[in-house]
């Protein structure tokens, strides 16, 4: 006989060696060892698809012994011509196991289902036990669910009975996943049956027998040893057993071959699963644990995270804990080592007494400190430049003890990042007049927040007085509860982790539908950088629809990023709508979803279409992926004719002219109209009306002073930002790239100040003088901060590595460079910085430039 797993199911021995991560059993992945609906303190919980604890919605993330979340390594796929032989030895170990995980689910479905013939012949007689409405609800899709898994079993049986290096299983799984529906509409019915067998088990005792033993067979070679469950038990298990299936795909992925023919399969069915998972995430009630208080009230937690409150003017970081009831703000303990963390209330506040609105409109807005930009960024080069030292010390032969105090370093910036970068602003009110600030990084967070607590006092809810020893077991029961553990920033993740994507991501955003009614609709694009979230693009109000076509193509700059959010806005025209807090009027948000940038999927050169799908709202798009190592190429330009990627002094020398055309003509637009503009140069314009702006120029198309009138201000600045990307060279020279950065990083300001000046008088005249046009423009648009929120660090960010950016030949010389982030971290920060010193430099004439001066004169 095996040994018997926590639910006394045969444990197969060699998957838990080979996954010690992931702790798979026959029983469908549950090693900890705890009840089915029950918690370790044998509290009742609702089922919870789990999310990551930093960013949500990802896969299941199992528990490691501490109680931690494990991330599950990412699909690698074995590179072609790889150690292919052991790489699909494993692919059939990951595959016997979830065939042995599949049979025991198959045995699980068929015990729910012994019981629901007899009860649905019971139904039409004089004595039924349950109507055949309350049958149908309770077993609802579980008829269909096992015949998918039946056949699916059935299928991939003798692929494993017969295996060889062309067995394909890739299309099974495929298939599966295009099945996925029919859990949705388990998922969606899931409650409402755990409340009819809820109620039929108390009023019917026949039923109450029935539900609570259920026999489920052990598998075939176990010697038919049978186990007994609860219905409720049996009913989850479909929720749990997508969120496994998705890990096995990953695992699949991991030790399949590129080239094999499984491969491409094995990636759709896991970019099927994923975006299922993301979207009933959202749906599911996310209340995972319970506590009881001493008047034996069942108080669940909903929902838990890191907020940045402003108190007293200074910002402090929180763990807010969204209970059924109540909102709850801690921060944790310091606690002596070795001892339990635990976390100390700070307020607390009934849901029954918790508003949004000002309640006394005379009570003046908090002020937000907001750092300069500037500082922001410098410690995201510091993070980045910790994060590469950290990999190069992992290497070295005595580098661990370095290792343990760069990582406490990295955490202390982490959390400054964490603290000081969050500007959005979500205020919430007591009964009394009471208010409290937190500021959020991103839109997103703010609706779900605001969302979730909504959702919870449409119940009927009471107002509570906690008395301050039911507060003290409350707040010492968040340790256990908590949901979310790390501070979310992407630094968290384990280091063995690819940083994200680092390059250019294509999105086009085609339609939305199911809308109830006409209204003015946009949709905003969202990409994470260092933990947080960032606005790079925004579709152009679609008004009074209910199917808006967008179609609209932008283009993204990424920095390290893993996730992609959509956000669907209806337009608010109505000037009294204004928000005190941040004096911007609110547009409201329809719809929101999130899927994941798996660097599998996105970097095929092929575009991918994808559906997200938001309180009943589904939002079309595709995407591709550029990555940095190809985005930093620039083309030796063959051409003549045109202007984008011929030489600047050709253009200028055929036009006549000191600063190019294109240059001239972008910049007065917008100058006239755009330099009010919320994140103007930082917002992507419709890629299409960049394409088509490009076009007009280089075929000098006479009408293009109407188009550009008529086009889009954001279309127009992408396409000025294009033109010095296009450009065979940087606008800064090759020839001048290493000497600028020297330049920028000597301390004596004196020095520096002779250097940065003499590398401008260097500079070919057409390079200078278009240069210094561009300057002066940006310190235009900079002027107007307070209202386009664009600094000149901002700005800075923007053009300093498409001014600098040297060409390929370039790039390979001096030190080796071993990834894109590390190009990130070190080459683009300086050329950012190179653009800031001029910016913040008094106006540099070109007449007094180049006019014989004190400075220095030797050649570069």
């Known amino acids: 006989m095996e040994p018997l797993s926590a639910r006394g199911l045969p444990r197969l021995s060699w998957i838990d060696t080979l996954y010690s991560n992931f702790n798979y059993n026959t029983d469908g992945y549950e090693g900890d060892g705890t009840e089915d609906g029950k918690s370790q303190d044998g509290s009742e919980t609702l089922p919870y698809i789990d999310e990551s604890p930093t960013m949500s919605p990802q896969l299941c993330a199992p528990q490691g012994p501490d109680g931690e979340a494990v991330s599950p390594t990412p699909p690698e796929g074995l590179p072609p011509g790889g150690d292919m032989e052991k790489g699909l030895e494993m692919k059939k170990l990951v595959l016997s196991g979830f065939l042995a995980s599949e049979e025991i689910y198959i045995n699980q479905l068929e015990a729910l289902l012994l019981p629901m013939r007899p009860l649905k012949a019971t139904a039409t007689t004089s004595q039924p036990v349950l109507t055949i409405q309350q049958v149908e ?35 099974l799984f495929q298939k599966l996943a295009s099945q996925l529906g029919v859990y949705k509409a388990f998922v969606d019915n899931y409650k409402v049956a755990l409340e009819t067998a809820e109620k039929c088990s108390q009023a019917n005792s026949q039923f109450q027998k029935i539900s609570e033993n259920l026999k489920v067979k052990g598998p075939k070679d176990s010697k038919d040893c049978t186990t007994t469950v609860s219905m409720e038990a049996l009913l989850y298990k479909p929720i749990d057993r997508v969120t496994r299936s998705t890990l096995v795909l990953h695992d699949l992925l991991k030790h399949t071959p590129k080239d094999h023919p499984d491969f491409p399969l094995l990636q759709d069915a896991l970019r099927i699963s994923q975006n299922f998972l993301s979207s009933i995430n959202e749906e599911i009630d996310p209340r995972r644990t319970a506590v009881t208080t001493p008047k034996g009230e069942a108080r669940q937690l909903v929902k838990d995270g890191f907020l940045v409150e402003v108190s007293e003017s200074s910002r402090k970081v929180r763990h807010v804990f969204l209970f059924t009831d109540l909102l709850l703000c801690a921060k944790m303990k310091k606690t002596a080592v ?16 918790l508003t949004f609105q000002t309640l006394d409109e005379s009570d003046t807005s908090h002020s937000i400190q907001v750092l300069p930009e500037h500082e922001i960024e410098e410690m995201k080069i510091k993070i980045s430049v910790l994060k590469s030292e950290i990999q190069k010390e992992k290497k070295a032969p005595k580098g661990q003890s370095r290792v343990e105090r760069l990582r406490k370093k990295m955490n202390e910036q982490e959390s400054w990042l964490l603290l000081h970068s969050p500007t959005i602003p979500f205020r919430i009110h007591n009964k009394h007049g009471k208010s409290y600030l937190f500021l959020l990084s991103s839109d997103y967070e703010r609706s779900e927040w605001r969302e979730s607590i909504q959702k919870l006092q449409k119940k009927d809810l009471q107002a509570c007085v906690l008395s301050s020893v039911e507060l003290q077991v409350l707040t010492s029961s968040c340790f ?67 199917e808006p076509q967008w179609n609209e193509e932008f283009e993204i700059e990424l920095e390290g990023s893993q996730y992609l959010r959509i956000l669907c806005y209806e337009k608010c025209y109505d000037k009294s709508m204004l928000n005190k807090d941040d004096n911007e009027i609110v547009d409201k948000i329809m719809g929101k979803g999130q899927v994941q940038l798996d660097p599998q999927t996105v970097q095929s050169k092929n575009w991918h279409m994808d559906v997200i799908e938001m309180n009943g709202i589904k939002v079309e798009f595709s995407m591709k992926f550029t990555s940095r190592d190809l985005s930093l190429k620039r083309t030796p330009s063959k051409k003549q004719s045109g202007v984008f990627g011929v030489k600047i002094n050709v253009v200028t ?93 000597l301390s004596d300001p004196a020095a520096k100040e002779n250097c940065m000046m003499h590398l401008l008088r260097s500079l070919p005249d057409p390079n200078l003088m278009t240069f210094l046009t561009l300057l002066e423009h940006l310190k235009r648009v900079a002027e107007k901060e307070p209202i386009n929120k664009m600094s000149l660090h901002n700005l800075a960010t923007v053009f300093g590595p498409t001014l600098l950016r040297p060409s390929e030949s370039e790039t390979t010389k001096g030190q080796h460079i071993t990834s894109a982030s590390d190009i990130w971290s070190h080459d683009v920060m300086a050329q950012v910085q190179v653009l800031l010193y001029y910016l913040q430099h008094p106006p540099i004439s070109f007449a007094e430039l180049k006019r014989n001066t004190l400075y220095f004169s030797t050649d570069v």
């Open 137 to 171: 609800t309770i077993f609802y899709k579980i008829q269909d669910i096992f015949e998918i898994h039946k056949e699916f079993y059935d299928a991939l049986l003798p692929n494993i009975q017969q295996w060889d290096e062309k067995v394909t299983v890739g299309h």
């Open 338 to 353: 070795g001892r339990h963390q635990q976390y100390e209330c700070k307020w607390y506040i009934p849901l029954a007494d």
């Open 480 to 546: 256990k509860l908590r949901t979310v553990h790390n501070i979310p920033v992407t630094s968290n993740k384990d280091d063995e982790e690819t940083p994200g994507l680092y390059g250019f991501l294509h999105v086009i955003v085609h339609s939305a539908k199911g809308f109830k009614e006409s209204a003015n609709l946009y949709c905003t694009l969202e990409v994470d950088s260092y933990g947080y979230f960032v606005s790079k693009a925004k579709t152009r109000v679609f008004r009074d629809t209910t």
């Open 653 to 745: 020398k055929r036009e006549r002219s000191k600063v190019p055309y294109i240059v001239r003509q972008c910049i007065e637009e917008v100058e006239k109209r755009g330099i009010d503009e919320v994140g103007i140069y930082r917002i992507s314009g419709v890629a299409t009306d960049i394409q088509a702006l490009k076009t007009a120029f280089d075929t000098n198309t006479k009408d293009i002073l109407m188009m550009l009138s008529d086009m889009d201000i954001n279309a127009i600045a992408g396409t000025l930002k294009l033109y010095f990307r296009e450009l065979p060279e940087p606008l800064l020279t090759d020839r001048l790239y290493p000497a600028f950065m020297e330049g920028i990083a």
